[in-house]
Structure formats: C-alpha cells, structure tokens
C-alpha cells in the first residue's frame, strides 16, 4: 500500500532554516505530483507549495515566495522543502501529499490522495 513520511520538523528561532523531507513508497513516484501543506491551530489547512510530477512547474504561496524552496529526487522517492528565514505566523503542522499519477498539482487538499503523518514546525521570536 502506498506509504507518505513526512520528517525534518522542530523548534528553531525566527531567521533560521530547516529543511522537511516527505518519502512516499508503494507509488510510482516519478509519475505524481507532491504538495506540502500546513495547518496552524485554529486556521484552516493550506497549501504551501507543490511540484509537479514533470518537473516543469512548481507552485508557491505567496507569503512564502522567496523563502521555501520545493524540490523532489526521484531516485529517493523523496520531496523536499527547504524553508529560509523562518517567521513566527510559519508556525504548523507540515503535511506531505500526493496526487494520483499523472495528475497536475491542486490547490484543493481533498484532491491529493495520499498524506503523510505531519512533521511540526515551531519557531519561536
């Protein structure tokens, strides 16, 4: 069955970086695209950032633009998001995400199939 592991959270300081990795198994990893996502508590669950299952595209959320950078090995069945310059509204539960194969990347997160567990981030002031 298919497998999504997210990892890579923690505790860092405002301006720090941390880099989350997502693993998926039991899917052809090559041929779906992988979302990241985060949900704050209270907030609604929202789509960070998202790669393409061709690599020719890659999607940002505007507030993050300029600081996480999304990208996938395909080799390692492992997509990755480096997040710089950490801000305290960052603040969440980091989910991974995979759509069926083929399919483009969403903004909607009842499009992606697959989730991984979570990976939190917390950055403090």
């Known amino acids: 069955q298919v497998q999504v592991v997210g990892s890579g959270g923690g505790l860092v300081q405002a301006g720090g970086s941390l880099r989350l990795s997502c693993t998926a198994s039991g899917l052809t990893f090559a041929e779906v695209s992988m979302g990241w996502f985060r949900q704050a508590p209270g907030k609604e669950r929202e789509e960070v950032s998202c790669?393409?299952?061709?690599?020719?595209?890659?999607y940002y959320l505007d507030s993050v633009k300029g600081r996480f950078i999304i990208s996938r090995d395909n080799a390692k069945n492992t997509v990755y998001l480096q997040i710089n310059n950490l801000k305290p509204e960052d603040t969440a539960m980091y989910y991974c995400?995979?759509?069926?194969?083929?399919?483009?990347?969403?903004?909607?997160?009842?499009?992606?199939?697959?989730w991984g567990q979570g990976t939190q981030v917390t950055v403090s002031s």
């Open positions: 790669i393409w299952w061709n690599f020719d595209r890659t």
């Open positions: 995400a995979a759509r069926a194969r083929y399919n483009d990347c969403s903004a909607y997160s009842s499009q992606f199939q697959f």
